[in-house]
């Protein structure tokens, strides 16, 4: 199975930094990489999708990047809403790993 | 809109059975790829369970022999069958809607339905 390693697990933030989140996979997946937003006792959402496609919908001030085996999430502006648990997750091939997450706190 | 609502959980002993199921609407089910993911108390996200619309299923390891994955086009409605049940499968269980065309991705979720694996 391809292991995703996403980090930090956790940061605090303010709101209007800018905020970067890795995620490393245990093998090279191309750019089989989608970024999931996660909010307590919320259904996952879908933010961005082939390591740096943006879901429609989905505010410009996230972005993604990468390829390979290294990927970043960025959120340029952070915004309240914007406080959840971030994870990646490998499309390349089944079982479809995700990483741990990384949860954005307030500072 | 696009709307997945999970049934079907609850309090379980180890050893024992549970059926979810997964009613869609919102959009032509049969059209879709579906999956199955679950979260335990306080872990990550993990991807159990895959079935296209042409029947391609796919599991992770520690669910195989074990758990069942069908879909009712007719109902719209996904299914997980789980048998053999273990304290390790305790987790919240969300059903996903994948991407029309394209790499894997999962577009829309339900809230989830908990199972508590325990004596």
């Known amino acids: 199975d391809i292991q995703m390693t996403q980090s930090p697990s956790s940061l605090s933030a303010s709101v209007g930094d800018r905020v970067t989140i890795t995620c490393r996979a245990s093998?090279?997946?191309?750019?089989?990489l989608n970024w999931y937003q996660q909010k307590p006792g919320k259904a996952p959402k879908l933010l961005i999708y082939a390591a740096s496609s943006l879901q429609s919908g989905v505010p410009s001030r996230f972005s993604g990047s990468g390829s390979g085996t290294d990927f970043t999430l960025s959120i340029s502006g952070l915004q309240p809403e914007d406080f959840a648990t971030y994870c990646c997750q490998q499309s390349y091939s089944p079982p479809w790993t995700f990483g741990q997450g990384t949860k954005v706190e307030i500072k | 809109e696009v709307q997945l609502v999970e049934s079907g959980g609850g309090l379980v002993q180890p050893g024992g059975s549970l059926r979810l199921s997964c009613a869609a609407s919102g959009f032509t089910f049969s059209s879709y790829d579906m999956s199955w993911v679950r979260q335990a108390p306080g872990k990550g996200l993990e991807w159990i369970s895959y079935?296209?619309?042409?029947?391609?299923?796919y599991y992770r390891d520690s669910v195989k022999g074990r758990f069942t994955v069908s879909r009712d086009n007719a109902e719209n409605s996904l299914h997980l069958q789980m048998n053999s049940l273990r304290a390790e499968d305790t987790a919240v269980y969300c059903c996903?809607?994948?991407?029309?065309?394209?790499?894997?991705?999962?577009?829309?979720w339900g809230q989830g339905t908990p199972v508590t694996v325990s004596s």
């Open positions: 079935i296209s619309t042409s029947g391609i299923i």
């Open positions: 996903a809607r994948s991407g029309y065309s394209g790499s894997y991705r999962l577009e829309y």
């Open positions: 093998q090279t997946i191309s750019n089989y």
